[in-house]
């Protein structure tokens, strides 16, 4: 599998609608911090805020020894897109937005996604970022399989993750 970035849509760089830079991966290679900062910084910023959600050793109290993730990238992508687009709608200041995900097996420790956002102002930055993974989570269609430590194995909606009661 390839990694798959997107461009903006064409329909995001209307003059009424301030444009800005958006970067979009679904990759099987490990992630970079460094990328994802590189991406989102700008002359303008004051800030860049960086999301890295990584892969924890247990999910409400059971031994998690790895998560595998399958994403339908085309949708996923459009998901990204439409992210980005709320965004520049929302946070006019916003510089850059960067969405990058895993698939594949992923063990402890490793990063399955980086959202990173720029803007001149960090309140902008913190909104807009936690607007992005909130909003990926719950509508992109990404998927994750839990291994638990006993061997046994369950698929998780990464949706799922944000009903009430879940910890994903």
Known sequence: MADAIAPLPERLSTPSIPKHPAYFAIRIAPLSLEEVYGLADDPAN?????MSGMVRNNTEGNAVVALEY???EPMALQVFQQVA???????SDVTGVVIHHRVGRLSVGEISVLVAVGSPHRSEAFAACKYAIDTLKHNAPIWKKEHWADGSTSWVSIGACEQPGESC
Not at 46 to 50: K, L, N
Not at 85 to 91: F, L
Request: aromatic share 14%; proline share 0%; net charge negative.
């Open 46 to 50: 004051g800030a860049v805020v960086v």
């Open 85 to 91: 687009a709320d965004i520049q709608t929302t946070w």
């Open 70 to 72: 399958q994403a339908y």
